[in-house]
């Protein structure tokens, strides 16, 4: 192992190498035995070729690195590479480096009047290459489309070593199988990103936030509905029950919070559309939010809501419909006793996502059972894998693993990459 951290030395210099004091850039039990830190595609190359030569386990994170069947192997923290390269405001298209920090690269696009939507529950602490290895999607999503509509071009490090490119800034690029949004969600599997052509967005030319005090969560998705069937697609409409919304502002009932973007008439319209289903809901309070000094507080205080939510590890998440989102908070309630005072229950109405704070291990079965059969899943993510769990079908649970798991060695014949993601 001596050789291959002297040879990481060698490429990357001793100074971006560490081998003790490892742990704030881990997280997990395992111990690799060394924590690297690459400063261009070059330097990538060159500690896989290393890894991939001596058969050595490699994982990848954007500043913490998930250490799960990493003991003895090579840490890579893309925290280096973190510049803008070029932004193309015509074109609507910006190369960046993997390692770039979300909230930093959002807001040097907004300063040039650009939109970037995607928006982890860590913003904070996250990488544009992480954004896309995980390609989750979030409440702004049924407006912006998915993250993996985002991402136009790659370059990639095999897990062999090789440099991989594939698509250009133009929209129509894909025939055949789609190489470039394959990518998304893969989790490091296929190598290591090391830059990334995003499609941009102009930035909305006005924005408004509506937020209401509603006697439930009940009532919220009521509303929700109705604002739907009215065909007004806010960019976000999200209730959170008391406990998590008077972490924002205080209510006697639950937060609902909407957020609308777009042009100064078509906002104005909107928002007065929601401000009345959130009456007839029964809001006891309802106020319309145009000054940005208050519009931005109140969404960087939702931001810390959700990364307090991404931190609680007793909750379970699952996704219905939006038109389904009534039935399943009902269905809900005779799961999860109480879930107007549970200490945390969140609503995305757009995407019909719902988080509720409990305890997975006696709670997650039954609920994934009530999503399914509403046409979701728990977790939203990993959906025929839990269809074929539920179902018990363990012939097409092999099916799936075994086409998933050949994709997979044909881009790392050795198994080196990712060691802990089981497919
Ligand atoms: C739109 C959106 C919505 C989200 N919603 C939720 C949510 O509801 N709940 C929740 O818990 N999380 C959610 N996330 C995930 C979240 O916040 C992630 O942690 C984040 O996007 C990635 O963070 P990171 O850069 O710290 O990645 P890391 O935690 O470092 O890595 C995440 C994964 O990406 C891989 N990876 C990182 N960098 C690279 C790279 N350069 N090349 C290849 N693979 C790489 C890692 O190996 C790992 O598998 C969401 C993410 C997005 C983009």
Avoid at 80 to 98: F, G, S
Avoid at 314 to 320: I, Y
Avoid at 397 to 416: A, H, Q, T
């Amino acid at each position: 192992m001596s050789d291959i951290i002297a040879k990481i030395k060698g490429i990357v210099g001793d100074a971006n190498v560490v081998t003790a004091d490892m742990p704030q850039y881990l997280k997990g039990n395992e111990q690799p035995a060394a924590v690297v830190f690459p400063g261009s595609t070059e330097d990538v190359v060159g500690i896989v070729k290393a890894a991939y030569d001596a058969d050595v386990k490699v994982n990848v994170g954007g500043n913490v690195v998930e250490t799960k069947g990493l003991s003895g192997g090579i840490a890579v923290v893309m925290s280096r590479m973190n510049q803008i390269e070029e932004v193309d405001p015509e074109n609507l298209t910006c190369w960046v480096q993997a390692g770039m920090n979300h909230q930093e690269f959002v807001e040097k696009l907004s300063e040039k009047k650009l939109n970037f939507p995607p928006e982890p529950y860590a913003v904070s602490t996250s990488s544009i290459g992480g954004c896309f290895s995980i390609g989750d999607v979030d409440s702004k999503a049924f407006n912006y489309l998915p993250t993996r509509t985002f991402i136009l071009a790659y370059e990639s490090v095999l897990p062999t070593g090789e440099v991989y490119k594939v698509g250009t800034k133009c929209i129509k690029c894909v025939s055949g199988y789609d190489m470039i949004h394959f990518i998304a969600g893969s989790r490091a599997t296929f190598g290591i990103l090391t830059r990334v052509l995003v499609k941009l967005l102009p930035a909305p030319q006005a924005a408004k936030a509506v937020v209401a005090d509603v006697p439930s969560l009940a009532a919220a998705a009521k509303a929700f509905k109705a604002i739907q069937k009215r065909k007004v697609f806010p960019t976000r409409l999200n209730a959170l029950n008391k406990a998590l919304g008077n972490e924002v502002m205080e209510t006697s009932g639950c937060l609902v919070l909407v957020d609308i973007e777009g042009f100064p008439v078509s906002t104005a319209q909107y928002a007065k559309e929601v401000e009345a289903e959130l009456k007839i809901a029964g809001a006891s309070f309802t106020k319309v939010i145009e000054d940005k000094a208050e519009y931005d507080e109140l969404w960087s205080k939702w931001l810390k809501v959700r990364e307090k939510i991404n931190l609680e590890e007793n909750k379970v998440k699952f996704t219905v419909g939006p038109a389904k989102v009534v039935n399943a908070l009902g269905s809900l309630s005779g799961i999860v006793s109480n879930i107007e005072e549970n200490p945390g229950v969140l609503v995305e109405g757009l995407n019909g996502k719902i988080t509720v704070f409990t305890d997975p291990d006696a709670n997650a079965a039954a609920i994934n059972n009530m999503a399914m059969g509403l046409g979701g899943n728990v977790s939203g993510l990993l959906g025929s894998q839990l269809r074929c769990k539920a179902y018990n079908d363990n012939e097409m649970l092999e099916e799936i693993s075994r086409v998933l798991n050949s994709i997979r060695s044909e881009f790392d014949p050795k198994g080196i990459m990712a060691p802990g993601i089981k497919l």
